[in-house]
């Protein structure tokens, strides 16, 4: 293929991947006025976060873990929960978990047996464990959430026909910002069971095995706490005069 057949056959190719320039901008834009202060009332003196709720989870996980190499035990399990999502959706008392424990796994490894030992090192491997859930709140307090309002319609009677101006009409609409609740998590607590279901035995000493995959039962048990920033007005204090006593 000579040069000219290369450009011609990149030319066909974007102009088939080609885009056309969208043709809608802004023609004209202008400022009629300042923008003004409007009058209102004294506002919160504090904002701070109000707890929603606070509530414990239990949750049940099965995983089978694969080691690096294979081991002849688990020296130490290191475990740190973390959450990846907790979401309260709005005007509901349902709040989506998910996350996952980070394990690192310490375990001893076989290099050379022989009738009275073993000699190896100590390696580690580290899984994250994911899992999610559910939780239905019973007890909360109900978080400030503000749907918008619905756009509503000003329609005019038209002077060319007996009905509406479809040229020409009112608009309103709006939309509140609120606060997201979000959430805190305030303490973990795994209690799990590691079995050995694959392992090899090592003839020249009783009672050792070898082995690379394990099951472990874990429950996690959480403890999470919803927040939301919230305003607090500052309470009135009446005014007594000393001659009302």
């Not at 109000?50 to 399990?77: G, M, N, T």
């Not at 000003?154 to 959430?183: A, R």
């Amino acid at each position: 293929m000579n040069k000219n057949e290369n450009i011609e056959s990149k030319h066909e190719f974007e102009s088939k991947n080609h885009k056309e320039e969208c043709e809608g901008k802004i023609l004209e834009n202008s400022m009629l006025n300042k923008c003004t202060d409007v009058n209102m009332e004294l506002p919160p003196k504090f904002e701070t976060p109000i707890v929603i709720a606070e509530f414990k989870v239990q949750i049940d996980v099965e995983s089978k873990i694969k080691l690096a190499e294979p081991a002849i035990e688990i020296k130490r399990i290191k475990k740190n929960v973390f959450l990846t999502q907790c979401r309260l959706v709005g005007k509901t008392d349902k709040v989506f978990i998910k996350g996952f424990v980070r394990k690192n796994i310490e375990y001893a490894t076989m290099d050379s047996v022989s009738n009275s030992g073993i000699c190896g090192d100590i390696k580690h491997t580290t899984v994250h464990v994911p899992f999610h859930c559910v939780a239905e709140l019973k007890n909360m307090r109900t978080p400030e959430l503000k749907v918008n309002p619905q756009t509503q319609e000003i329609t005019y009677i038209s002077k060319e026909n007996c009905g509406s101006d479809i040229k020409e009409k009112d608009l309103i609409s709006g939309e509140f910002f609120n606060e997201k609740v979000f959430c805190k998590l305030v303490s973990a607590v795994i209690h799990e069971a590691d079995i050995e279901e694959e392992h090899e035995k090592i003839e020249s000493l009783p009672g050792e095995f070898l082995f690379q995959n394990f099951l472990e039962k874990e429950v996690i048990c959480l403890t999470i706490k919803l927040l939301q920033n919230q305003q607090i007005r500052e309470e009135k204090k009446e005014k007594f005069s000393p001659f009302d006593f």
